[in-house]
């Protein structure tokens, strides 16, 4: 997430930032020599610190896939939200990634708060019943970490643990996190969380458009 600074209801400017994002020689040459498995956050998904209220989220959506899409085939081309689960390797060394969108639905405030929405709950569900020997979970947002003051898992703790209970109870073994949004990389671990041990990796954004450093 936040590999562009959007911060736009406008899609001509989104357009334009991704633009740069993808004519820049460092991206591009990621881009060619393996595989992107990409997700949003917020500053790409449309605003800071925004979730289902943001008005442009379908419009931002289709521009997303334009440039991280998988075709004309892409699931996501058919419904709302980015989240998407890819395989790799035979079914002895099955690796799983699951891209959840933490955005799309995301609502703060009233009586059910939620990360994710009980759509992509329910999908998420169904995924952790696949065979895989290791799964990594994608989140725009820590999961693991709690002690800090932005955005995180844990200022939505029914969702964080429901999603703590769902992998217990679906006995997916072989989860990591990888997350984003904080600006520089952690590693986070916690014991037995999920029955077993379990990692949170956080890499740092690209931050391509922000207006103190111009893309």
Request: charged share 35%.
């Amino acid at each position: 997430g936040d590999k562009i600074y959007a911060d736009t209801k406008d899609m001509k400017v989104m357009r334009k930032k991704y633009g740069a994002l993808l004519v820049n020689l460092s991206f591009d040459k990621l881009m060619k020599t393996c595989p992107n498995q990409a997700i949003w956050d917020d500053h790409d998904y449309g605003n800071n610190n925004v979730g289902s209220e943001y008005t442009e989220k379908e419009a931002s959506q289709k521009e997303f896939l334009r440039v991280f899409g998988e075709g004309d085939n892409d699931p996501r081309l058919k419904r709302e939200g980015i989240y998407h689960v890819r395989y790799f390797g035979p079914e002895d060394k099955r690796i799983q990634v699951i891209m959840l969108d933490g955005r799309y639905f995301r609502v703060r405030k009233g009586d059910s708060p939620t990360m994710l929405g009980e759509t992509q709950w329910r999908w998420l569900g169904e995924v952790l019943e696949k065979p895989a020997v290791l799964r990594f979970i994608m989140s725009g947002n820590q999961v693991i970490a709690d002690e800090h003051i932005d955005e995180k898992w844990a200022d939505f703790p029914e969702d964080r643990q429901r999603l703590f209970d769902l992998i217990k109870t679906k006995q997916a073994k072989g989860v990591v996190f990888l997350s984003g949004d904080r600006h520089f990389c952690a590693f986070n671990y916690e014991a037995k969380v999920l029955g077993y041990g379990a990692w949170d990796l956080t890499s740092s954004g690209m931050d391509f458009g922000r207006d103190d450093d111009p893309y």
